[in-house]
Nanobody, 123 residues
């Protein structure tokens, strides 16, 4: 499965961005998805995850209430809506998928990764 992430950019604190992640396989509609991020000098961390139809989601405490994951399985695309952005949200954001219905919060559980899209939040 190939994943293409997009939508990153430069935004002021308090602003919003929507990231997209589009998959190459139609079977992606049956796969769980996770969003992760990695800031310079930091380990990759879980941001949020969604099962195959997003009726079950989970989020890191640091983004709860500000970020929302959704998906359009007809378009093979998952979204990460990010609101009320803070400078500490600055990172390279990755989408990842695994060939099961249910997501986890552990990066090593995911087999396929997008290339990352950079989000920079200025103060």
């Amino acid at each position: 499965v190939q994943l293409q992430a997009s939508g990153g950019g430069l935004v002021q604190a308090g602003g919003s961005l929507r990231l997209s992640c589009t998959a190459s396989e139609r079977a992606f509609a049956s796969f769980a998805v996770g969003w992760f991020r990695q800031a310079p000098g930091m380990e990759r961390e879980f941001v949020g995850g969604c099962n195959w139809n997003c009726d079950t989601t989970s989020y890191a405490p640091s983004v709860m209430g500000r970020f929302t994951i959704s998906r359009d399985n007809y378009k093979n695309t998952v979204y990460l809506q990010m609101n009320s952005l803070k400078p500490e949200d600055t990172a390279l954001y990755y989408c990842a998928t695994r060939r099961t219905y249910y997501h986890t919060e552990r990066p090593y559980d995911y087999n396929y990764w997008g290339q990352g899209t950079l989000v920079t939040v200025s103060s």
